[in-house]
C-alpha cells in the first residue's frame, strides 16, 4: 500500500463519493427508462387491438383454417402444378389447368408457366438494379463531401436521393401503373428508382470514407477532377460498390415479387390470383419455386460478395504492410 | 527560378508559415529541415498549389503560380511533381498504371479513362521504373509492394510528369535506412543527370548535409537559415530544433540514411532489416553524442 497523507485521502474519499453518486443516478435513469418502454409498449399493444376489426384473442382459434384451405387433394398435385402436367382431377376449371399455361420454347420443349414468370421477374429486379445502380454510382460521387466542395449541389443531391428512396416501391409503380399500364416497365422504373435512392445514399457515405491520399497524389500530378475520381477513388471504393449492389439485388428480387402482386407482371401477380381464387396447389407451387429461388439468389449473391470483401480485406493488408 | 516572396499561411488563428522569402535557381537541390511543425510541409504544399497560400505570392519564371486557377494550375502542378511521405499511389492498380498516371494531364480525359496509353507512354514508363530497378514490380498491385519500392513507383510516376520542378515532402520518413539511401540517391540522380530542381523536406540534418547543395532551416514557420551545408554549425543546428530536438534529428535512424550498413544496390525484403536499423541507431547515438561535445 501507498501511504497517503491527509490531502491525498480527502481526495480519494472526495473522488470515491463522488463516483458513488454518478453509479446511483445511472441505475436510476436505467429503471426509469425500462418503466418507461414497458408502459409504451403495453399501451401500443392495446391501441393496435382496440382498432383491429376482430380481437385477438377471439380470433387465435382461426389461426390454422388458411393452412387447411392450403391442403392439396394429394401431394402430387404442387409437382403437377409446378412443372405443368395433366392433373387427373382436371375438370376444365381454372384450378386445375397446369399444361395450358405451358410456354413452349423448340417443339415440344416448354418452359412451366410459373418458371417463366419467375425469370420475368428476375428480370425485373436485374434491370432496375443495374439501372439504378449506374444512375446512383454517378450521384453518390456529387453527394460526397470530399469529392463536390459545392455545398449547395450536395444539399440538392442528397435530398433528390432522399426523395427518390422516401416512397416504398409499390407507391411508385401505382403511380406507374397507371400511365405505362399493367406488365413489367412500371415495374422496373418503380424498383429502380428506389434503388437509385438507396444505393446512391450507401455508395456516398462509402466515397467518403475512402482514403483520399491516392487522390491528393493525383491532385499533385496535375489530374483533372474526373480522372482524380476515376483513378483516385472508384478502384478503392469498387468492391464495396460491388458488395452493396448484389444486396440491392436481393431487396429488389423480393420488391419486384411483392410489385407483381398490385399488377407488376412477374411471379407476384400469379401468386395472388392463385392465392384469392383458392388454388391450393398452384399457390404451394409458387410459395415453393419463390423460396428456392430467393434462397439461391441470397446464396449465391453472399458467396460473391465475400469473395469481394476477402479480396478488398487482402488488398488493405498489402497497403498496410 | 522558383521564387517565393513573403509567404504566409494561416489555418485559423494558427501562423504555419510567416513572411517567408526565398530565390531557388533551376538545377539546385534544396533540403529543407526543422522540426516537426515547423511549416516544412505547408512551404512545400503551396508550391505545388495543394494548399493555396494566404499572403504573398510565388512565381516560377513568369508563371504566377500563387494566384493561378484551373487548367493553368493543372498545367503547373504537371511540371512541379511531388513526392510524399506516404507515397499516395493508388495502392489497387498495377505499378505499371500508377506510373502512367503521370501522364494525366498530357492527354484527354476520356482516353484515360478508358485505359488507352500510347505505346511510348508505356515505354517510357517501364524505362522510368528501370531507371529505378523496380521493373520487375510492373504488374503487381502498387499496395503490395515495400515502402522502398513504392516511394521509387511515386518517383517514376513523378518522372513520367515531365516536370521542371520535383517537391518531396519527408521522402524518407517512413522508410528504412537502406531503402531511404536509395530513394535519396534516385533524387540527387535526377538533379544532376536530367538538371531538374529538386526541393526535399528532411527530418534530419545528416541527410541534407550529404546530399543537398544548400540547406533552408525553419523555425516556427520562418526562415532561420540559409546557406550551404558547411555553413551550418552545430550552434545553427541546436537553434532550429531546439537543445533537444538536436539529439532527436539526429537519433531518429528510421529517417537516416548516413549509415547503412551495406551499399544500395537492389531492393530487398525487410526482412534484414531489423538489425541494420539497431546498429545505425546505435552509431547515430553515439555520433550525436561526440557531435554535442565538440
Known sequence: MVELDAGAMLRTQETERHYRQLLGQRRLYSVLIIIGLLVAASASLWFANETNAGKFFDRIPYFFDFFKDLAPRDGWEIWRALFDLPSPYDDGSLQYNYPVGRVYLIGPVYLPEYFYKMIE???????????GTALGFVFSFFAATNVNSNRAVRFVVRRFLEILRAFPEIVVAGFFLVVFSLGPIPAIMAVAIHTVGAIGKLYFEVVENADMKADEGLRAVGANKVSRVWFGIVPQ????????????????????????????????????????????AKTLAIVLLLFTTIVAVDQLSAYIRKRLVGEQAFALQGALA | MLSLTNVTRRFGTNVAVENCTIEIPAGQMVGIIGKSGAGKSTLLRMINRLIDPSEGTIAYGDIEVSTI?????????????????QFNLVPRLDVLTNVLLGRLNHRSTALSILGLFTQEE?????????????????LQKA??????????????????????????????ASLDPRNAQIVMDSLRAINQRDGL???????????????????????????????????LTTDIAREIYGAE???EAFSETMTSTSLPAAPATAPDK???????KSRAGEVAKRMTDAQLVT
Open chain 2, 270 to 276: 525487410s526482412a534484414s532489416n531489423e538489425p541494420v
Open chain 2, 69 to 85: 486557377k484551373g487548367a493553368a494550375l493543372r498545367l503547373w502542378q504537371r511540371d512541379c511533381a511531388m513526392i510524399f511521405q
Open chain 2, 122 to 138: 508505356r515505354a517510357s514508363a517501364i524505362l522510368a521504373l528501370e531507371q529505378l530497378d523496380i521493373t520487375k514490380t510492373a
Open chain 2, 197 to 231: 530542381t529538386v526541393v526535399t523536406n528532411l527530418h534530419t540534418l545528416d541527410t541534407a548535409r550529404t546530399y543537398c547543395q544548400r540547406i533552408v532551416g525553419m523555425q516556427n514557420g520562418r526562415i532561420v537559415f540559409d546557406g550551404s551545408p558547411d555553413d
Open chain 1, 121 to 131: 421477374t428476375l428480370n425485373i429486379a436485374i434491370v432496375a438494379t443495374m439501372f
Open chain 2, 143 to 172: 499496395g503490395t509492394l515495400s515502402g522502398g519500392q513504392q516511394q521509387r513507383v511515386a518517383i517514376a510516376r513523378a518522372l513520367m510528369q515531365r516536370p521542371k520542378v520535383i517537391l518531396a515532402d519527408e521522402p524518407i
Open chain 2, 245 to 247: 530536438g538536436l539529439k
Open chain 1, 237 to 280: 471504393v469498387m468492391p464495396n460498390f460491388m458488395s452493396y449492389a448484389l444486396l440491392r439485388f436481393e431487396i429488389n428480387v423480393r420488391a419486384s415479387t411483392i410489385i407483381g402482386a398490385v399488377g407488376g407482371g412477374g411471379i407476384g401477380e400469379q401468386l395472388r390470383l392463385a392465392i384469392s381464387r383458392g388454388h391450393e
